[in-house]
């Protein structure tokens, strides 16, 4: 993350724009067609605009409360003054958590979308061994230094940037309204398998841990701040909403039935994708971009959980320490990866269950403390008492909805 300069030039809002939708947009969207295809277009948007309006604002109670404290102030701070020892440490537990399960999860989704290229080129690579690979690249990457991390980020950011675009223009020629509007089906039912996307949305708009980064790179200015992250969060739903588009025009509804079916990861989707369209061209931006997405989530989820980790048992930046902090950061998500590697849509569903907690419960109660005890005189979020309750109903409606889900106690599109 960058820090201020000591010079008096502002950084520009763009920057910060790009920092909330890029920590937002990875390889999680991946899983947003599979699970959604119950509910198929219309009702997923809906799903995903109360999603983005609720954690938009559960973000701006972050930024509420932080604008009370030094910039610089780190989240764990914030809630240790202001909630006490106990919610800090289930708030810790839970960042913790969602880290290691999307590490684990792209360990997965790294196998598979691995796998599926090799096996373009002729080359044979089970999933479990070209996932263990890719993880020890980016642990190599990430031992190496921070610097190594951001350069080799910025390169396959762009590279995902310029691989996006391309894909999804081609992939748009391609959409059929009979498809998209599932004309062939003469009396679908939609609206019984809503409630078991919510934590998919929940975890596909995760971008709170960057607030106190954007208020130590902006100072005390919450106008920027808030543009920051209201632009970074719209241009991620005007994305995700094409990549609906552009997967549920082209993908009939019953077809994700079997891709749900094969675990739903990377590779049967792009599979999916390149047996409807039967294009070479558009199979091969498919790939590139997939490998690019599952990257730079890759190494970004790995680098957060990597200062987490060293900070919390005190590891040193030598050799050595950052030895010991990639050994604790890679070896449990690897054996994960190893024991069950097509557990990606599973873990992006519990890193949702576990986000409740910091992404909505926590910042809702934030606000609260903060409210009572500074009177929050740079920033209030709109709403008042009625919006806080909002936000915690929405957290605490997510979890249970996981919990019935996993229980399975909700209606599966089969």
Not at 26 to 44: E, H, I, K, R, T
Not at 149 to 167: E, P
Not at 193 to 198: A, K, P, Q, R
């Amino acid at each position: 993350m960058a820090t201020l300069s000591t010079t008096s030039v502002k950084p520009s809002t763009l920057g910060g724009i790009v920092i909330i939708a890029g920590t937002i947009i990875g390889a999680g969207m991946f899983s947003l067609p599979v699970v959604m295809s119950g509910a198929w277009f219309f009702w997923s948007l809906a799903a995903l605009g109360v999603t983005w309006f609720c954690m938009l604002h559960s973000g701006l109670m972050i930024l509420e409360a932080n604008l009370n404290y030094a910039p610089g102030a780190s989240f764990d701070t914030m809630t240790r003054d202001l909630l006490g020892k106990h919610w800090t440490w289930i708030n810790g537990l839970s960042i913790a958590f969602v880290l290691y399960i999307l590490t684990y999860a792209y360990i997965s989704a790294s196998g598979s979308i691995l796998h599926h290229t090799l096996s373009e080129m002729s080359l044979s690579f089970s999933p479990r061994l070209a996932g263990l690979i890719f993880a020890l690249i980016v642990a190599f990457v990430v031992w190496l230094s921070t610097r190594a991390v951001s350069r080799m980020t910025a390169i396959v950011l762009g590279a995902k940037v310029i691989t996006f675009f391309l894909t999804f223009g081609s992939l748009l020629g391609h959409v059929e309204p009979a498809t998209l509007f599932n004309v062939a089906e003469p009396t679908p039912s939609y609206l019984p398998y809503l409630l078991m996307t919510l934590p998919f949305c929940l975890a596909s708009f995760g971008y709170h841990g960057n607030v106190p980064s954007l208020m130590k790179y902006y100072g005390k200015d919450p106008h920027t701040i808030v543009r920051c992250i209201v632009w970074g969060t719209l241009i991620a739903l005007a994305l995700y909403t094409v990549w609906l588009l552009a997967t549920m025009g082209n993908i009939p509804r019953p077809a994700f039935i079997d891709i749900a079916r094969q675990g739903g990861n990377i590779d049967v989707l792009v599979q999916a994708l390149a047996g409807v369209l039967n294009s070479k061209t558009l199979d091969l931006l498919l790939i590139v971009f997939s490998n690019f997405a599952v990257a730079s989530s890759f190494l970004g989820v790995t680098l957060g959980l990597f200062d987490y980790l060293a900070d919390l048992f005190g590891f040193d930046d030598s050799a050595t320490g950052r030895f010991k902090t990639v050994l604790l950061t890679f070896a449990p998500p690897v054996a994960g990866g190893m024991l069950w590697p097509n557990g990606f849509l599973y873990a992006i569903g519990y890193a949702g269950l576990a986000a409740t907690i910091w992404a909505a419960i926590v910042p809702a109660l934030l606000a609260r403390a903060s409210r009572k005890r500074f009177g929050s005189p740079l920033f209030r979020v709109w709403g008042g008492t009625p919006m806080i309750v909002l936000i915690l109903i929405f957290g605490i409606g997510n979890a249970l909805v996981h919990l019935l889900s996993t229980a399975n106690l909700l209606p599966v599109y089969q």
